[in-house]
């Protein structure tokens, strides 16, 4: 059964069909979504690493993932947290969509995955040890282990897939659109049967301390759009989707989800991190024009939103000069923290529930609406809401922009 | 031509789908020199570039290396804006810069239609391992360089890129072991046919650091050399190549990937891998009389059995550059476009990359001329 055509036949819709997550605040999508729904946060110290010498160091961690319970082909050990995140997701997304690992293997199928740090944990560890023993006593197998490339690969790896393509992105925290996007052109253009495509990270003294560093690390928790907001969370885990052509998700009989609609993709080319509000408008704008939607059908935009003054000043503005009268804004990031490269995913996946379910999640740790920002965040408690169409963005070091509209697929 | 809005929800961006894409320039920083006419000359000639290397200023478990000759940041780009750009950064920012010389201004009339595609390792391990050390042995964890902290995040030499030249299409980073260079040039072309970019300036880029060789040497990968090195093409469409006056050097007519399980099944699916490519281009093996592979003899050979034994010219890029890694297929496609500058190839001949990664995956790109 071939179902790959040429890329110059008409194009295919595109649904996501299944989801995988790992978050602090749930594991799976039950438990996510009920963490969505009820405004879940999961703020506690960072134990990831020595936090001796940080005044504050709070985070959002992952604490009960035991990677035995869903990684069964390739040995946990062999790979490092983001992977065994990413693998976790994807075996999760691939069984969401009630496709076993063998429904997979004679389809062609790509994995896309974001992220930021790839394997940063791993080379914290690494360097500690050499500054103890010297380099002769790196450990081979976490030398080994610690590549970017491997979060996809061990995805194709554990589920044993044959004809597959496996590519991580590394575009910072706006890389699980970016690998979404490709995905969605991926199918769209008749090249691939199925896609899992998302982010993960793990949370490493690294990133936290080039954070800290800058300023941007909240004492206690995120508050985004906020006008106490002071800063991001670091936070850690995966989201995964498996999307599909529409013809193929109906023959199969398959619960959608959601539709991908298109995206958006530009570079700021000015700061290297610093965002920029009209680059971003016109990501943004970009992103309707490629989906064929207005402004005013967006029900909800499901910010960046990191809680910091800089991105949520700057990102609000960009909002409304696009939308005469903006939607709702909120961001995940409050109850999430900020997973960098699943950041994007994680949201996604919230997005698809959102026009699922019925509801816009909300933006949690929320006291006083920055006037500034002039933004409705949906504070404090999740909103029923018909939701037909969504907006995600994206944003990342490098002036990296990607912003995702998903919509909700069923006969108008 | 703009990207119009469709008339339908979800009809997605209208771009050149159908209009096949095109290589139309390239530019090699490696380690027979900043100039591609260098790396040419050297690939094609079968000469080494790896060297003994200054032990001083290279710690580490390697006495020799493939290092670009005599190559800093400030040396190549000047000192302003290079105080804190790491050498991976430079050597992408460079290739870009070489490329966009070469091609002339008018290549960024749109900046906007413009995007890069650059590939990498884990962006400087020698970067963010050194930001961690100076968080552990500081007076005080946050004791670290600000400014040194975006060289941590692997997007660092595509964003930095941009900056530079102020490309400001789509700006992604690709990894994927040492199939990274066809990993970039397919998503490349799938950006491109999704219409979110006019032309894309894609490649790769790896740097020699002691941080990295220590991480290699530790992972097993054996005692091969390591080298290093930056290159960028130009993919864009046949048409848009035509109209910008453009002349293509070769057609992209396929990347194809595959999986394997471990050594012993590399080779019969880089074969499968090969095969569907060559199907999927509508072309024959009769065809193909140039390939760059990525590894030795097992990978040459199953190239040759999915040709049905025909023995196409075997042009090596590895043993005279040393493990460029990330960077290594995207040299790999480099030395084709030299071949194929130099007119070692003919109208309707076929050359392929290819490349078998330990991590679990082959690849094959098919160019024609």
């Known amino acids: ?412 | 031509m703009t990207t119009a809005a469709p008339a339908t929800t979800g009809a997605g961006p209208v771009g050149a789908a159908g209009d096949e894409l095109v290589l139309t320039a390239w530019s090699a920083v490696t380690p027979f020199g900043l100039d591609r006419a260098e790396f040419g000359a050297g690939v094609l000639a079968g000469r080494t570039a790896v060297g003994e290397l200054d032990r001083e200023q290279y710690p580490g478990p390697y006495a020799r290396a493939g290092l670009v000759p005599g190559f800093s940041a400030a040396e190549a780009l000047g000192r302003k804006g290079t105080r804190t750009m790491d050498r991976v950064t430079a050597l992408a920012v460079t290739a870009v810069d070489r490329l966009i010389a070469e091609c002339g201004p008018g290549l960024l009339e749109r900046p906007e239609r413009v995007g890069l595609v650059l590939g990498t390792g884990h962006g400087s391990v020698q970067s963010i391992m050194d930001f961690t050390r100076d968080s552990l042995t500081g007076e005080k964890p946050y004791h670290v360089d600000p400014a040194r902290f975006p060289n941590t995040v692997m997007n660092r030499a595509a964003g930095q890129s941009a900056i530079w030249h102020g490309i400001k299409g789509p700006n992604s980073t690709i990894a994927g072991g040492r199939l990274t260079g066809l990993l970039a040039l397919n998503y490349a072309a799938r950006l491109h046919r999704g219409g979110h970019c006019d032309q894309v300036i894609c490649g790769a880029a790896e740097e020699y650091s002691v941080q990295r060789a220590w991480l290699e040497w530790a992972g097993g990968t054996g005692a091969e050399e390591l080298g290093e090195g930056g290159t960028v093409v130009l993919l864009e469409s046949a048409a848009g190549a035509a109209a910008a006056g453009r002349r293509p050097l070769a057609r992209l007519l396929g990347v194809r990937f595959r999986a394997h399980q471990g050594p012993g099944t590399a080779g019969a699916a880089l074969t499968a891998c090969v095969r569907a490519a060559l199907e999927r281009a509508g072309r024959s093996a009769e065809e193909v009389r140039l390939v760059a592979p990525l590894g030795g003899d097992e990978e040459w050979d199953a190239v040759v059995e999915a040709l049905g034994g025909a023995a196409p010219r075997r042009l090596d890029c590895r043993p005279l550059t040393g493990d460029t890694a990330a960077a290594a297929t995207s040299l790999q496609l480099a030395a084709v476009l030299a071949s194929v500058e130099r007119g070692e190839l003919s109208e309707g001949q076929l050359a392929l990359v290819t490349g078998t990664d330990r991590d679990g995956q082959v690849g094959c790109a098919v160019l024609g001329v």
């Open chain 1, 1 to 412: 059964m071939d179902e790959v055509d040429e890329a110059r036949r008409a194009p295919h819709r595109v649904v996501i069909t299944g989801l995988g997550v790992v978050t602090s605040i749930g594991i799976g999508v039950p438990e996510f979504l009920a963490g969505l729904r009820s405004g879940r946060s999961a703020v506690k110290p960072i134990t990831a690493f020595d936090t001796a010498g940080f005044a504050y160091s709070n985070g959002c961690g992952i604490e009960d993932f035991d990677p035995a319970d869903w990684i069964k082909t390739v040995d946990p050990q062999e790979l490092g947290r983001a992977a065994q995140f990413s693998v976790a997701a994807a075996r999760m997304a691939a069984a969401d969509a009630g496709l076993a690992p063998a429904d997979l293997r004679d389809r062609r199928v790509l994995v896309s995955v974001g992220t930021t740090d790839g394997e940063s944990r791993d080379l914290d560890e690494l360097i500690e040890r050499q500054l103890a023993e010297g380099p002769e006593a790196l450990d081979p197998v976490v030398a080994r282990r610690a590549t970017a490339g491997l979060l996809s690969a061990s995805v194709v790896r554990e589920l044993e897939l044959v004809d597959a393509e496996a590519v991580t992105i590394p575009t910072a925290c706006a890389a699980g659109n970016y690998a979404i996007g490709s995905g969605y052109d991926a199918i769209r253009a008749g090249e691939v049967e199925v896609v899992l495509a998302g982010g993960a990270d793990a949370i490493c003294r690294k990133t936290f301390t080039g954070f800290y560093r800058l300023g941007t690390i909240a004492p206690e928790v995120c508050q985004p759009f906020d006008r106490d907001r002071k800063g991001i969370l670091t936070g850690e885990g995966a989201g995964i989707l498996l999307m599909e052509s529409l013809e193929s998700a109906l023959r199969r009989g398959a619960r959608i989800y959601a539709e991908v609609l298109g995206y958006g993709l530009n570079c700021d080319a000015h700061h290297p991190v610093a965002p920029d509000r009209d680059s971003l408008a016109r990501c943004i704008e970009l992103a309707h024009r490629n989906a064929g939607v207005e402004p005013g059908q967006v029900d909800f935009i499901s910010a960046h939103g990191t809680g910091t003054k800089a991105n949520d000043v700057t990102e609000a503005g960009a909002i409304r000069q696009v939308f005469a009268e903006p939607p709702p804004t909120v961001s995940v990031k409050g109850m999430l923290g900020h997973t960098m490269g699943a950041a994007s995913a994680l949201a996604s996946a919230a997005c698809a529930l959102a026009i699922t379910e019925g509801f816009i999640p909300p933006t949690v740790n929320h006291r006083e609406t920055d006037e500034e920002c002039g933004l409705d965040p949906v504070p404090n408690h999740a909103r029923t809401a018909d939701v037909r169409v969504v907006q995600n963005n994206a944003l990342a070091f490098g002036g990296n922009n990607a912003v995702l509209i998903l919509g909700r697929y069923g006969p108008e």
